[in-house]
C-alpha cells in the first residue's frame, strides 16, 4: 500500500515564504503524477498544483506566479514552494499521488494534511 507523509506546514507572515514536503513510500512501481490540494475551514477542497511523470506543472489562477511545485523522482518527493502567502491561503494542504504498484495495481493516493496558516 502507497503511502504519503506531508511535512513543513506552519504559521507564516504575508509576504513570507514556506515549502512543503511529501514523500510516498510503499511498493511503488512508477508515479504518474504528484499534486497538491488545500482544504480552507468550511470550503470545498481544491486543486492546487500538479507536476507530472514528465515534469510538466501546472497551477491554479489563484496561485500562479506565488507558488511552486517541484519533485524528486528518485525519492517519490513532492516540493510546494509558496512565495509571497496571502491569509485567503490559510488551509489545510494535501498531497495526492498516482500511478501503479509493483504488483500492477494503480494507486491514487491521499495525504494525511499539513495545516498552513497565514498571518496578515
Known amino acids: 500500500q502507497v503511502q504519503l507523509v506531508e511535512s513543513g506546514g506552519g504559521l507564516v507572515q504575508s509576504g513570507g515564504s514556506l515549502r512543503l514536503s511529501c514523500a510516498a513510500s510503499?511498493?511503488?512501481?512508477?508515479?504518474?503524477?504528484m499534486a497538491w490540494y488545500r482544504q480552507a475551514p468550511g470550503k470545498q477542497r481544491e486543486w492546487v498544483a500538479t507536476?507530472?511523470?514528465?515534469?510538466?506543472?501546472t497551477y491554479a489562477d489563484s496561485v500562479k506566479g506565488r507558488f511552486t511545485i517541484s519533485r524528486d523522482a528518485a525519492k517519490n518527493t513532492a516540493f510546494l514552494q509558496i512565495n509571497s502567502p496571502k491569509p485567503e491561503d490559510t488551509a489545510v494542504y494535501y498531497c495526492?499521488?498516482?500511478?501503479?504498484?509493483?504488483?500492477?495495481?494503480?494507486?491514487?493516493?491521499w495525504g494525511q494534511g499539513t495545516q498552513v496558516t497565514v498571518s496578515s
Open positions: 510503499g511498493m511503488i512501481f512508477g508515479i504518474d503524477a
Open positions: 507536476v507530472t511523470v514528465l515534469g510538466r506543472t
Open positions: 495526492n499521488t498516482r500511478g501503479r504498484e509493483v504488483s500492477g495495481q494503480s494507486f491514487d493516493t
